[in-house]
């Protein structure tokens, strides 16, 4: 088991930034790839950001590139992801997940990862 706790989230204008941090405990955190999802008011939730066990390959959304990074330190069993440039479009709850180690940075599809957190809030105003 993994538990995953998300916190940062909060109320930004529009062109600020704000870094969420997601912490996990249970099972080894270095032996899972983690992502980043959002799922904004009456939409379906998608996919944001993952990283490989290592921090040494990551992959984002289109939506985000260049905007979001996500990054992870496994001596804390902390995963963030830091968000600027950040627009109403990115309001939603996001949430942080653990997948097996072996989809490296490749895991997009939720049924790809094995353990949730509960949500942060991000809202963002114009």
């Known amino acids: 088991q993994v538990q995953l706790v998300e916190s940062g989230g909060g109320l930004v204008q529009a062109g600020g930034s704000l870094r969420l941090s997601c912490a996990a405990s249970?099972?080894?955190?270095?032996?899972?790839?983690m992502g980043w999802f959002r799922q904004a008011p009456g939409k379906e939730r998608e996919f944001v950001a993952t990283?490989?066990?290592?921090?040494?390959?990551?992959y984002y959304a289109d939506s985000v590139k260049g905007r979001f990074t996500i990054s992870r330190d496994n001596t804390k069993n902390t995963v963030y992801l830091q968000m600027n440039s950040l627009n109403p479009e990115d309001t939603a709850v996001y949430y942080c997940?653990?997948?097996?180690?072996?989809?490296?940075?490749?895991?997009?599809?939720?049924?790809?990862?094995?353990?949730w957190g509960q949500g942060t809030q991000v809202t963002v105003s114009s």
């Open positions: 990283i490989s066990w290592s921090g040494g390959s990551t």
């Open positions: 249970g099972r080894t955190f270095s032996a899972y790839s």
């Open positions: 997940a653990a997948a097996a180690s072996w989809y490296g940075s490749s895991a997009k599809r939720e049924s790809e990862y094995r353990y």
